[in-house]
């Protein structure tokens, strides 16, 4: 197992450099020039040439991303803003403030959001499965399939802004969202990301509704299943203990995934409810060739893929025992 | 009798229509014996198996007739008092038991919890029971194996851990379906072995159902043979074996190979296919295979459905006269559904 985790990691840190240098270089690619943005609208060539020595990108690109890796791991100085110490990913272009610092002040508000509608997704989509695979082809199967489809389908920028205009400016039952530290006001934390947290969760519930629908459909028709039900066990116990069992792990894979997306930014979803989150600090960051923030952004959503993704290869061995061994 | 079923009857209700896989059938098992259901796939052994157990999804089958455990009608039985028995005072082994075991819970796990779920007895009580029970099975370093997954088994020992769970309640009936069909040859012996030594160490009555007429010689006391859901033939082994009475167990027996039998002669398969059980073919269910049926009148086979007669001891379901199929089978010889035409 420890072998098992050691070599994941490994593999992880080589994706994690692969993905920075590719966003780096093609960073470059962009026919925009940060220098210019940060020069003005009059601007001369020897300002120029000043601001792009600021920005430290007068430098030979392999120098820079050499210097940009190292200053992750044993901190960077810079000329005019001096020490940035390890972690060290840079000061943006846009505003000068430390990135790190950026992103930790960010971090919270997309944590919370994230966290919150995936309880809600995991264990209403899971439920709403194993109630609909074990009212196969009854009313209640069906109005759960029409409701995934529909949920499937939908786009969040869409119901978010029903949802804001009914619940929000027309009917007032939710608060209009709003991220407040949790140790400031827990309640006010709790209500100001109540709704994006239910439209959140009505998009992604479908798709955990029909995966485990279809997984425990398939598991409740398995021999096993049937030898415990042969053996006495209660229908609960059969539900939960046997079928359940294996139909967790398409599920844990998807949810690995969706909370690694999310966590790397809900671009869409911070943007619909205006929660100044990790996805749209990445959005102005593209918005202003805002490198160091840019990377700073990828580095965090591949990150969190990545960390998902080991975390969902420990849990498949914690399932099921026949992975263990191999 | 310890089970009693009487006239049992199983409808599937599916989009292409009635499907009637159990039709009316009857037989009986005594403690401390062996009944083999024999028949083609598709003849409705397992179905009536699993109705004994009530494990039929009753949304899609509807069952009839009545079934007795030791003198308790199962049939209509609610749910939760059939769990109670279920494991209990019967229980079930499996085809494959690789398929039929948890991959998710320890062999020791999936034994113990029987245990405790009917005899609600301590964890630590159960485990010792399940290590005792491994031990009775045959599986050597029982206190080893006992916290092993099934993956980890043999196929032999996999089949011998459903079995120790299987009979880790003492139950008064054991359904076997068809336990030695995924298992090497040598292995099936020594499982057929075990099951005898523990019905005589028990007085467990089983059932085996099976395809395997070498299965029934081995092990069963008295013989069911089962055509399109509905038994053709019953009595004792050797009255079945050594001299069967319906063509369709003549056929069986005669697509069977054995050591005497001469290699330039070809092994007859029964000819045709099993009905569909949606339109199952009026009267004698075996007509359109049965190379007799023209000996009788037109319509004869076609008319009534021939019940078993007699009634009790060793009978069969056809109308040829027993005379008849004596004269048939002296002609033949041994095996009567050879040469027929």
């Known amino acids: 197992m420890l072998r098992f985790l050691t070599r994941r990691v490994l593999g992880a840190l080589v994706i994690l450099l692969i993905i920075s240098a590719v966003t780096f270089f093609l960073f470059y690619a962009i026919p925009a020039d940060p220098a210019r943005l940060a020069c003005g609208k009059v601007c001369p060539p020897e300002t120029l040439e000043q601001a792009r020595h600021n920005l430290g990108i007068d430098q030979p690109l392999m120098v820079q991303f050499v210097s940009w890796l190292a200053g992750i791991f044993v901190g960077r100085d810079y000329g005019g803003l001096g020490h940035c110490p390890a972690p060290c990913l840079g000061f943006s272009f846009v505003n000068r403030a430390p990135v790190f610092e950026t992103i930790i002040d960010r971090m919270p508000v997309t944590i919370a959001l994230t966290i919150g509608a995936a309880v809600i997704f995991l264990i209403f989509g899971v439920a709403t499965g194993i109630v609909a695979a074990l009212r196969q082809g009854k009313p209640l199967d069906k109005i759960a399939s029409v409701s995934s489809l529909i949920g499937a389908s939908v786009q969040i920028y869409f119901v978010g802004t029903l949802a804001m205009y009914f619940f929000v400016y027309q009917i007032q039952v939710f608060r209009q969202p709003k991220y407040i530290p949790i140790t400031e006001d827990p309640l006010g934390w709790f209500n100001g990301l109540l709704l994006p947290w239910l439209v959140l969760a009505l998009i992604f519930t479908a798709n955990y509704t029909r995966i485990t629908r279809s997984t425990m459909v398939e598991n409740l028709n398995e021999d096993y299943v049937r030898t415990a039900r042969a053996k006495g066990m209660s229908g609960r116990s059969v539900v939960l203990r046997f079928a359940l069992r294996g139909a967790l792990t398409p599920v844990i894979t998807i949810f690995g995934v969706d909370l690694g997306t999310l966590i790397g930014g809900a671009i869409i979803t911070e943007t619909t409810f205006g929660l100044q989150g990790i996805g749209r600090l990445a959005v102005r960051a593209v918005d202003y060739s805002d490198l160091p923030t840019l990377m700073a952004t990828v580095l965090l959503a591949a990150g969190a893929i990545v960390v998902m993704n080991v975390i969902v290869d420990s849990l498949y061995a914690v399932i099921d025992p026949r992975v263990r061994l191999s | ?341």
Request: hydrophobic share 35%; with cysteine.
């Open chain 2, 1 to 341: 009798m310890f089970l009693e079923v009487n006239d049992l009857t199983v409808d599937f209700h599916t989009e292409d229509g009635v499907v009637h896989a159990v039709d009316g059938l009857s037989f009986e098992v005594d403690r401390g014996s062996t009944l083999g259901i024999v028949g083609e796939s598709g003849s409705g052994k397992s179905v009536t198996n699993l109705a004994i157990l009530g494990l039929h999804n009753p949304d899609t089958a509807k069952l009839s007739g009545s079934i007795k455990l030791d003198g308790h009608e199962l049939l209509g039985a609610p749910q939760r008092e059939l769990e109670k028995l279920r494991g209990n005072k019967m229980a079930m082994i499996f085809q494959d038991p690789l398929t039929s075991l948890s991959p998710f819970h320890t062999v020791g796990q999936q034994i113990a919890e029987v245990y405790r779920k009917h005899k609600g007895v301590s964890k630590s009580v159960a485990r010792e029971r399940a290590i005792e029970m491994l031990d009775r099975v045959g599986i050597p370093q029982p206190k080893i194996r006992v916290d092993e997954y099934p993956h980890q088994f043999s196929g032999g020992m996999r089949q011998r851990a459903m079995i120790a769970m299987a009979l880790v309640c003492d139950p008064g009936l054991l359904i076997a379906d068809e336990p030695t069909t995924a298992l090497d040859v040598t292995v099936q012996a020594q499982i057929l072995d075990l099951l005898r030594d523990l019905q005589e160490q028990t007085g467990t009555a089983i059932i085996m159902i099976t395809h395997d007429l070498g299965v029934v010689a081995n092990t069963a006391h008295d013989v069911l043979v089962m055509y399109a859901g509905r038994a053709v033939e019953r009595g004792t082994m050797r009255e079945v074996l050594r001299e069967p009475r319906h063509p369709y167990t003549w056929g069986l027996l005669g697509s069977m190979p054995s050591l005497n039998h001469p290699v330039d002669v070809p092994l007859e398969p029964v000819r045709g296919t099993p009905p569909s059980l949606i339109n199952v073919p009026p009267g004698c269910p075996f007509h359109p295979r049965c190379d007799y049926a023209k000996l009788l009148g037109p319509g004869v086979c076609t008319g009534e459905r021939p019940e078993l007669s007699p009634h009790r001891g060793h009978g069969d379901a056809c109308y040829l006269p027993l005379k008849q199929k004596a004269e048939l089978r002296s002609q033949h010889g041994k095996q009567p559904g050879k040469e027929a035409s």
